[in-house]
């Protein structure tokens, strides 16, 4: 069963950092793109980072991008996103979401529960 | 970045057809992906490619495309279809990966 936990949310100050986690299991990671999606509260869905299976293709949204550095190790199957400078507008609950290719076409087959982080003092 | 537009909400009645709609240029060149969210849950994909339904979703559940507009169908809708949905495909403006809708709240009366 592919399962994707995520954790290491909480609540940090404005200008603070936090380390988001996502272990992965059920599946063979390292053959698998991986994206972080948020949702801020009573928002929609905001893509925020990709990262390819090997790691060596890298995107942000405009919204992170020069903040928030997105990695995975393929030996411990797991998935990071490393928040910094973190703003309000960045609170949101996080997800991690696999990408699935069929023909042509590519999708989130499968998310995490997503962790909360809260930016506030 | 490229833009998906979707009206922010939708009734049906119990039993009843409901189309939702996805808009945006992107979905000249991409299929878009469907995700049903329920209060305090995570999405859960409900369609993709042209029509394609992950195991365990209901067959009241197609997708379709035409131009610029991706349709989501319930065909019979149930009162657990009540939830918000989400379109999202590739971005076609090459800035990014991938774009999603605002979000549908369908409600079902």
């Known amino acids: ?121 | 970045s490229s833009e998906l537009t979707q009206d922010p909400a939708v009734s049906v009645a119990l039993g009843q057809t409901v189309r939702i709609t996805c808009q945006g240029d992107s979905l000249r060149s991409y299929y878009a992906s469907w995700y049903q969210q329920k209060p305090g849950q995570a999405p859960v994909l409900v369609i993709y490619g042209k029509n394609n339904r992950p195991s365990g979703i209901p067959d009241r559940f197609s997708g379709s495309s035409s131009g610029n507009t991706a349709s989501l169908t319930i065909t019979g809708a149930q009162a657990e279809d009540e939830a918000d949905y989400y379109c999202n495909s590739r971005d076609s403006s090459g800035n990014h990966p991938w774009v999603f809708g605002g979000g549908t709240k369908l409600t079902v009366l």
């Open chain 1, 1 to 121: 069963e592919v399962q994707l936990v995520e954790s290491g949310g909480g609540l940090v100050q404005p200008g603070g950092s936090l380390r988001l986690s996502c272990a992965a299991s059920g599946f063979t990671f390292s053959s698998y793109e991986m994206n972080w999606v948020r949702q801020a509260p009573g928002k929609g869905l905001e893509w925020v980072s990709y990262i390819s299976s090997s790691g060596s293709t890298i995107y942000y949204a405009d919204s992170v991008k020069g903040r928030f550095t997105i990695s995975r190790d393929n030996a411990k199957n797991s998935l990071y996103l490393q928040m910094n400078s973190l703003r309000a507008e960045d609170t949101a609950v996080y997800y991690c979401a696999r990408v699935r290719q069929v023909g042509a076409t590519t999708f989130f087959d499968y998310w995490g529960q997503g962790t909360l982080v809260t930016v506030s003092s």
